[in-house]
C-alpha cells in the first residue's frame, strides 16, 4: 500500500445554484419517478447518470417542442425568455430552478437593454447561461471570450459591460482596465458569482498545502478548467480526473499527502469515492 494521506477540501462541491436544482429534482423524482430537465442538470457526468437512474429524463430545446401537459426542470444556469412562451404554448409546468445570481443578472441585462445600452458580455459563447443572458437582448448583446474578438476600431464609444456569473473576477477587471485604456467609455457590473470567485482564492491556499492535488471535474464545466488551471499554478503535482477510474496511482510516492478538490459542479459523494479508491491503493 501506498499509504497516502488524503483530505477533501471543506470547501469544494456544489455551490447553492446546483444543490438547490438537485433537491428540487430529487423531490419530485421521489414523488413521480420521472421529471424531465433542459439541458443537464449539472455539467458533471456523473452526477447526471445517477438522477438518470432515479428517472430524470435530459432533452434538448428540439425535443422540448414536442413534449406538451409534462413537468420541466429549468436548471441553474436559467433560460431566454422564449423557453418560458413555448411553455406556454405546450402546457408545461416548469419548475424553475435558476439560480438566483443567474436571474439577477438577467434582469439587470434586460434593464440595460430596455434603455438601449450597447451590451458586451464576457462569457463562454453557447453556454447555457450566455444562451439565456443573450435572450434577454433579443440576441442583439455581443458576447465575448477574449479581447482579441474585440475590435477597439469597431466599439462604440461607450458600452456597458457585463459577466457571465462563473468567470474569473481577475480577467474580468483586467478586460476592463484595458478597454477604458483603449479610450472606451466602460460602464462595468461585476455580476461575478463570489462563491464561485471566493473559491479561486480558497484553492490557491489549499493546492499549497499537499504533495499531489487531484482536481475532480466534468468536462463539460468551465468553471472547472477554470478552477484545474489554478491549481496547477499552485502545484505542479494537479491531475484533472472525471472518474475515480481515471486516477492513476503511479501519479503518486508512498507515504505523501494528497489533497482533492473540485468545480462548482463537483459532487461531494464524488470526491469521497476517489479519496476511498486512493485509500486504498
Given at each position: 500500500m501506498l499509504n497516502l494521506t488524503v483530505t477533501i477540501d471543506d470547501h469544494s462541491g456544489f455551490c447553492f445554484g446546483?444543490?438547490?436544482?438537485?433537491?428540487?429534482?430529487?423531490?419530485?423524482?421521489?414523488?413521480?419517478?420521472?421529471?424531465?430537465?433542459?439541458?443537464?442538470?449539472?455539467?458533471?457526468?456523473?452526477?447526471?447518470?445517477?438522477?438518470?437512474?432515479?428517472?430524470?429524463?435530459?432533452?434538448?430545446?428540439?425535443?422540448?417542442?414536442?413534449?406538451?401537459?409534462?413537468?420541466?426542470?429549468?436548471?441553474?444556469h436559467g433560460e431566454p425568455p422564449t423557453t418560458y412562451k413555448l411553455a406556454l404554448e405546450n402546457n408545461l409546468e416548469l419548475i424553475d430552478a435558476s439560480c438566483p445570481v443567474v436571474l439577477k443578472l438577467q434582469n439587470r441585462i434586460k434593464n440595460s437593454h430596455d434603455k438601449r445600452e450597447d451590451i458586451y458580455i464576457y462569457g463562454k459563447h453557447g453556454h447555457a447561461e450566455v444562451i439565456g443572458l443573450l435572450g434577454q437582448t433579443e440576441n442583439e448583446a455581443v458576447v465575448f471570450q477574449d479581447l482579441d474578438e474585440l475590435k477597439t476600431k469597431d466599439l462604440?464609444?461607450?458600452?456597458?459591460?457585463?459577466?457571465?456569473?462563473?468567470?474569473?473576477?481577475?480577467?474580468?477587471?483586467?478586460?476592463?482596465?484595458?478597454?477604458?485604456?483603449?479610450?472606451?467609455?466602460?460602464?462595468?457590473?461585476?455580476?461575478?458569482?463570489?462563491?464561485?470567485?471566493?473559491?479561486?482564492?480558497?484553492?490557491?491556499?489549499?493546492?499549497?498545502?499537499?504533495?499531489?492535488?487531484?482536481?475532480?471535474s466534468g468536462t463539460k464545466s468551465s468553471n472547472g478548467k477554470v478552477l484545474y488551471n489554478v491549481c496547477k499554478q499552485q502545484n505542479q503535482q494537479t491531475y484533472f480526473v472525471s472518474a475515480t477510474k481515471e486516477v492513476n496511482p503511479k501519479w503518486f510516492i508512498k507515504g505523501e499527502s494528497v489533497g482533492i478538490c473540485g468545480a462548482t459542479s463537483t459532487p461531494m459523494w464524488l470526491m469521497e469515492e476517489v479519496k476511498s479508491y486512493l485509500e486504498k491503493i
Amino acid at each position: 500500500m501506498l499509504n497516502l494521506t488524503v483530505t477533501i477540501d471543506d470547501h469544494s462541491g456544489f455551490c447553492f445554484g446546483v444543490v438547490y436544482a438537485i433537491e428540487m429534482a430529487e423531490d419530485i423524482l421521489d414523488e413521480e419517478g420521472i421529471l424531465y430537465c433542459l439541458g443537464d442538470i449539472v455539467h458533471n457526468d456523473e452526477e447526471v447518470h445517477r438522477l438518470q437512474q432515479k428517472g430524470l429524463k435530459i432533452i434538448d430545446h428540439q425535443e422540448l417542442q414536442a413534449i406538451h401537459n409534462a413537468k420541466v426542470l429549468i436548471r441553474a444556469h436559467g433560460e431566454p425568455p422564449t423557453t418560458y412562451k413555448l411553455a406556454l404554448e405546450n402546457n408545461l409546468e416548469l419548475i424553475d430552478a435558476s439560480c438566483p445570481v443567474v436571474l439577477k443578472l438577467q434582469n439587470r441585462i434586460k434593464n440595460s437593454h430596455d434603455k438601449r445600452e450597447d451590451i458586451y458580455i464576457y462569457g463562454k459563447h453557447g453556454h447555457a447561461e450566455v444562451i439565456g443572458l443573450l435572450g434577454q437582448t433579443e440576441n442583439e448583446a455581443v458576447v465575448f471570450q477574449d479581447l482579441d474578438e474585440l475590435k477597439t476600431k469597431d466599439l462604440p464609444h461607450e458600452i456597458t459591460l457585463y459577466s457571465q456569473t462563473t468567470k474569473s473576477t481577475e480577467q474580468f477587471y483586467e478586460i476592463n482596465r484595458v478597454l477604458i485604456d483603449r479610450g472606451i467609455s466602460v460602464k462595468t457590473h461585476d455580476t461575478i458569482c463570489r462563491q464561485v470567485s471566493n473559491r479561486d482564492q480558497e484553492l490557491r491556499a489549499f493546492a499549497k498545502k499537499f504533495d499531489t492535488i487531484i482536481f475532480v471535474s466534468g468536462t463539460k464545466s468551465s468553471n472547472g478548467k477554470v478552477l484545474y488551471n489554478v491549481c496547477k499554478q499552485q502545484n505542479q503535482q494537479t491531475y484533472f480526473v472525471s472518474a475515480t477510474k481515471e486516477v492513476n496511482p503511479k501519479w503518486f510516492i508512498k507515504g505523501e499527502s494528497v489533497g482533492i478538490c473540485g468545480a462548482t459542479s463537483t459532487p461531494m459523494w464524488l470526491m469521497e469515492e476517489v479519496k476511498s479508491y486512493l485509500e486504498k491503493i
